[in-house]
């Protein structure tokens, strides 16, 4: 069991992977807290859809789907000995940064994964944001991602390339991965996956957006418009009230 650190430039599946690895957890009935929804809907079974055929046939509605969902991660279960499960928390610089000190309870929560049967992951977009404490004792879990060029050409029209496969690679130490450019074979493990709907649709991408009231705001085009008729408006009332003093003087 030990500490882990998920890296990888925006939208290349930081999330995307670790709530692929919640639901491979949740599957074998492991407990496993997160600190971002993760609702998993289990696919119909060959038996299911066939019974589900039959009960359309007789008008019924179908068998609901089974659903696995992992914890909700609270900052507090830190210091109250959490031992044997998974925990992964996202945007982890929020709570582990680099300017902050750890307390005496996350350093020894960190520093005791192995004796607890703990496995945590901790998801930044540059792992220099996480503390220095937690960089030198966690593995490196580098993600990339290759996009299906023939997306564009689907029948929905889509503005965007979907995921193809993602690559994980994983170091055992935050040297190695520095390294790994000039040697190769500081890499520990390469694993390949394919983009899966079914958990891409397990996790909420926008759960850190707040919430806010529409914003009223204004075109460039339309404030530089404005300014013009203003500048006219001005000038105008100007030339009308020249007119005007040399009627009365007349």
Known sequence: MSSNIISAAPS?????????????????????????????????????????????????????????????????????????????????????????????????????????????????QNYRRINLIIREMATFIIISKFSNPLSLLSKEGRKQLTPLVFTVRTYLSERDYQMSGIKADLLYEKTRHFFRK??????????????????????????????SLATWTIENNKKEEEMKKEFIND
């Not at 991660?73 to 300017?99: F, P, Q, R």
């Not at 991408?205 to 914003?215: C, D, F, G």
Request: with cysteine; charged share 25%.
């Open 12 to 124: 290349q599946g930081k999330s995307y992977w670790a709530t692929f690895l919640s639901v491979m957890l949740l599957k074998d009935k492991k407990i496993v807290y997160t600190n971002y929804p993760v609702i998993y809907t289990v696919p119909y079974t060959l038996k299911e859809l066939i019974i589900n055929i039959y009960r359309k046939l007789r008008k019924k509605p179908p068998i609901p789907h089974k659903q696995l969902s992992t914890r909700k991660w609270k900052d507090e279960y830190v210091s109250m000995g959490l031992h044997d499960c998974t925990i992964i928390l996202d945007e982890a610089y929020k709570l582990v940064n680099c300017h902050t000190r750890l307390t005496d309870e996350q350093h020894d929560f960190f520093a005791t994964t192995g004796h607890n049967n703990v496995d945590v992951y901790v998801i930044a």
């Open 198 to 227: 079914d958990i891409a649709s397990a996790y909420n991408t926008q759960y850190y957006r707040k919430k806010a009231k529409p914003i009223e705001s204004i075109t460039w085009l339309d404030d530089m418009n404005n300014e």
